[in-house]
């Protein structure tokens, strides 16, 4: 693919961002992340209160990308085949059964959001982590693929009760895990509050160009981006530090306020994650119009590719939020480039 | 009645008979024995110029042996005019106080005498203070009482105005040194502008110098500085070169610094804020170098050289000083 259909796709990457902020305000960060994601073909979870925004931001990416749009809430009593299908009795008084959100748009199933999933059973967790890894579905004697889904799920980490903490194994599967906050804004929180545009989901979404992307095509395009954009030498031995570094901190002089360092970290990161790092970031390099990736391509990444992946002594999970932002920032501020 | 008052006189004739009986004068006493009373007195420096009014102060210093002992009554009394000859000789004792400390084997008196000048003339006049006479009583016998001689200091009684044509050197009194130009203002001139000079000529070393002997001069840029001197020009020189400025720069920063956190850099370290536009040019030189061969950086054909200046002048800023501008550091 030459240099200008990288320039033409990258273009209409930039156009969908512009799309979206225009509906979602105060949020480019996690929109950059979301178009990284997309186009390094990478799951997400979504960390974040309720009524924040999420669901609007990832109907506005689907209407912009094309596909399917699925959408299922986590329950503590959803099994893993309400996924799949669900029985009624029809007008004629028979049993009938119907596609399910995974089966329901068929192959052209681009998003899928998994609204709470820690308010479902670790059965529906099993499904879906295998859907996420294989993108595929073994059901009604049959299999069903869905080459062009990205599954985006949510989770509230204030709220304890009747939940399943999602195990690290699964966590691992999402390239990233990525923060919604109310944006601090106070014009911002003022036109969210005041303007009426803001109060029909709807009509808000309908204003996002629709199609800008054609999601069918983004697989094949991941793929030559992540082979366009070089990692030289340096770059990969920084890398490689930085996954030491998630391992054992404390060799690179990284400490965290109030924490036993050697106490802290059970598992750092995996190398799946740093392999999604890397993808995350070569895509980030060529958003920004690089050829090759740069630590701050890294740097841009990092944290929502590496955070949700650190396993740490259950003594410290309670306060995880906080001290692995601390931790990632100290190991990105200790080791060097080159 | 006239009973009564007889016998209070005579009550009052027998109890002051004891101390008149003890009225002694000084100097008929016996002079105390050699080695029982050292002296020591301070002095005033100047011993001329005094005239009517002045205060002059003497400070003596007198330890006493056992088993003599000063009888403290027989200290000067404020106010007695001294005289000389049976003559009054305009010298007053205008304050008196004493202090005491006593030992086993001797005591020690700290005696302060303030005398006031109540004389002049129209010349210059010899005058003294003192001599003063004290008692002394030996406490193993009460029969032998001696006395000590505190000597008298020779001054010169000046006149206040200068009466008639003087040749100076004809009345310059002995007492006096000669007379001597003040040179304290030239001495401090001289003394700060060598010290001008010598702050100067270690802020023009401090510039110029290459090795660490002051605070602040062995920074890391000063060391990257000279190592880049020495580094091959080619390219893996210049990965070498940016190497080292990378790590200077890490080091100043006490963390890793990357294009992106440049201005928290600046922020923490605002001496390198002259530096700012340059920072971001050896990052585009870093980047070309170090991660992306096709990108490229703005930093002239000879980026080793660029190098060089740049450290030079961020180690210039390391040291608290104003860097030079580009074009200065090249000598254009």
Redesign the interface.
Known sequence: MSDRQLADWRNHALNLESEVNKVVVGQQTPIRLITTSIFARGHVLLEGDVGVGKTTLLRAFTRGIGGGYQRIEGTIDLMPNDLVYHTYLGEDGKPHVSAGPLLMSGENLSVFFFNEINRARPQVHSLLLRVMAERSLSAFNSEHYFPHMIVFADRNQVEKEETFEIPSAARDRFMMEIPIVVPNDDAIMEALVFDTKFHNVDALVNTVQADVLQFDQLNAFSGVVQSSV?A?E??KKYALNLWKATKSPLDYGVKVSGVDMNRLVLSGASPRGMSMMLRAARVNAWLNE???????DI?AVFHSTVAHRLVFSPVYEMRRTEIAREMLAGI??????? | MKKLIRLVYIALLVNLAPQTAFAIDSQNLPDVPDGIVSISTIDPVRLVGYTVGDIIEREVTLTIKAPYKLIETSLPITGYEKRYKGQVIGIELKSVSHTKKENKNSSTFNIKLAYQIFTNNVVAKNAALGPEYLNLINTKNSQDLVKYRIPSLDIAISPIAIFGQVKIENNMSPLRGPLLLSNVKENKALKISIGFLAISLLGLLYILGQHAWLPRMGGTFAKTYRALGKLPATHEGLKQAVSKVHASLNSSANMSVFSNNVTLFIAQKPNFAPMADEIKLFFSLSRQVYFEPNSAHQVGNNPQQWLKSFARRCRDCERGLTPETPNQASGK
């Open positions: 070089e030289s340096t770059l690089r050829t090759a990736v740069l630590p701050e740097h990105i501020n200790a080791v060097a480039a080159p």
